[in-house]
């Protein structure tokens, strides 16, 4: 790594030149952005100012008004060679097209994670999941080709079979969800497999907030000896956004000489003050192919209060990662419950194998449950309910039954945990 970084004026005069290029290349032929923008903007303030926020929902208008693939293309079909979709978690999946370029813009973005994460070409990482449409399996792959390591991929095997091939190939980097690092490890106890003969020295995360959170860390250091986590964060619509700091875990730098960031109050659009709580919206510089400008992703971060990182880089931090989502968000009397806080607890009580969280909507006021599946070893499971409970209390000042489940459902990809009951 470079033992300096880019000042906060340096990296906004090279953001202000990629809009600008960005602008050159989208207004002639996009027809989805040729409605929003006028001319490329003197300055970023004038950007934040004059271009209106794109949704979600408005690009799920667009992809059916104009199927399949919506307007929002700058160049011929002919030029794109990547099809991806979103995983459809918080609504309709999106699908997105990708040229040549946007697409080694992308892998480079993620290049650049591994490298923070101390990734080398004497790597082995093994990807444990299914190659699926979802494009961040897909760049994480390419991103380590392209840095030398060996690649090993762990598409169409049970648990078992990926944990064998863990050890037998000497994998020294995981990647996967902080849920499946979890399954992985606890199926390697059922099976008498001891971690601590894998050669697996980091865990790169995501598709979840664990890998921010510090309970769901410690948990899965734990069980993974000698390994270290390393979080990070991204989205089909944009691509891969941000990287663990090196220096503070649970902080996530956003990469700002590839995106353009804003954080804003979910209720009115404006930008919040440093340090505050709101909705993180992007504009994504270097993917002409099919751009976002001011795109509102729906995730709940806090920016650090310090513009300057301990790491020395000015790009935007976020403390804790990725904290929510404002469709995930639920109040209970008058308490905002993230999922990540509902995590934290629940790691940080123990014994806990598996758990899912009842959202009951019905009534005027939405109540939360949770169902646990205690680790087999746990002596007391009533007692552990009544721990949770009381965890639970102390930390959000609700009260939140809990209780026992024989068996929950595990997942390779993001959790789906949370259950809503209304009507």
């Known amino acids: 790594m470079p033992d300096s970084f880019p000042s906060r004026t340096e990296l906004a005069n090279r953001q202000l030149a990629r809009l600008r290029e960005l602008y050159q290349a989208v207004l002639p032929t996009n027809q989805f952005y040729q409605g929003k923008l006028s001319s490329a903007p003197s300055d970023l303030n004038q950007f934040f100012n004059s271009v209106p926020f794109t949704t979600k929902p408005e690009i799920v208008r667009d992809q ?16 794109y060679t990547r099809c991806h979709q979103t995983s459809g978690t918080s609504g309709q999946p999106l699908r997105w097209l990708d040229t040549r370029e946007s697409w080694d813009w992308m892998v480079g973005n993620w290049q650049k994670i591994l490298a923070v994460a101390g990734v080398t070409k004497s790597d082995r990482v ?47 980097v995981l990647c ?23 050669a697996v020295k980091r865990i790169l995360v995501a598709g979840e907030p664990g890998g921010s959170i510090p309970s769901t860390r410690q948990e899965i250091e ?18 891969a956004v941000s990287f663990e700091c090196p220096l503070r875990p649970t902080v996530l730098h956003i990469m700002e000489e590839a995106y353009l960031p804003e954080i804003i109050a979910p209720h009115s659009g404006e930008q919040v003050a440093r340090g505050s709580e709101g909705e993180l919206v992007l504009t994504t510089l270097g993917r002409a192919g099919s751009p976002l400008l001011r795109y509102r992703t729906g995730d709940i971060v806090r920016s650090d209060e310090k513009t300057v990182c301990a790491c020395g880089r000015s790009d935007l931090a ?28 629940v790691r940080s009580c123990g014994g806990v194998s598996e758990y899912r969280v009842h959202v009951n909507q019905r009534g005027a006021l939405a109540e939360v449950s949770v169902e646990i599946e205690p680790d087999p070893v746990t002596k007391s499971p009533d007692g552990l309910a009544k721990k949770l409970e009381g965890a639970f209390h102390d930390a959000l000042a609700l009260r939140v039954p809990v209780r026992l489940a024989a068996a929950l459902p595990r997942f390779e990809l993001k959790a789906k945990r949370w259950v809503r009951e209304t009507g």
């Open 64 to 79: 059916q008004s104009h199927p399949p693939f919506g307007s929002n293309l700058t160049f011929p079909l002919e030029q």
């Open 318 to 345: 976020l403390v804790g990662g990725i904290l929510g989502r404002t469709d995930d968000m639920v109040v209970v009397r008058g308490v905002n419950v993230f999922p990540s806080a509902v995590d934290e607890i």
């Open 176 to 198: 996967c969800t902080p849920t499946y690092a979890i399954h992985l490890a606890r199926t390697a106890v059922q099976e008498g497999i001891d971690l601590a003969r894998s």
């Open 222 to 239: 734990k069980l993974w000896p000698g390994a270290r986590v390393f979080d990070h964060h991204g989205m089909t619509e944009v691509g």
């Open 126 to 172: 093994f990807f444990a999941f299914s190659f699926g449409p979802f494009i961040g399996f897909w760049l994480a792959f390419e991103a380590a080709e392209k840095t030398g390591c060996i690649c090993l991929t762990g598409g169409g095997m049970s648990t078992s079979a990926r944990l064998r091939q863990i050890l037998d190939l000497q994998a020294t």
